[in-house]
Nanobody, 119 residues
Framework: QVQFVESGGGLVQPGGSLRLSCAAS????????LGWYRQAPGKQRELVAR???????NYADSVKGRFIISKDNDRNTVYLQMNSLKPEDTAVYYC?????????????WGQGTQVTVSS
């Protein structure tokens, strides 16, 4: 089993930026597609960005053009640069690896990192 540790969240005003980090307990970054998810209160967890082992990225329409996913294989860390944040981006953000069918690979999630966008 892999453990994920997310960090970098906080309170930010609309239009601001945050950079999230997710570290994994072992080397999975070279082999698998990695994804950032978020879950807002009362809503299902959704995939917002993913990056393949070849560094091909894909984004949900709601964050396209504002968020950038990247990774550092040597540090077993994936990042999410979030710009032009909106109140609707408020959620707990998580990371996980993805299966070939784009479902979460691991059943155990990290604690997540809270992002709150508010004036």
């Amino acid at each position: 089993q892999v453990q994920f540790v997310e960090s970098g969240g906080g309170l930010v005003q609309p239009g601001g930026s945050l950079r999230l980090s997710c570290a994994a307990s072992r080397d999975i970054f070279r082999r698998y597609t990695l994804g950032w998810y978020r879950q807002a209160p009362g809503k299902q967890r959704e995939l917002v960005a993913r990056i393949t082992s070849w560094r091909i990225t894909n984004y949900a329409d709601s964050v396209k053009g504002r968020f950038i996913i990247s990774k550092d294989n040597d540090r077993n860390t994936v990042y999410l640069q979030m710009n032009s944040l909106k109140p609707e981006d408020t959620a707990v953000y998580y990371c996980n690896a993805l299966t070939s069918t784009m479902t979460p690979m691991y059943d155990v999630w990290g604690q997540g990192t809270q992002v709150t966008v508010s004036s």
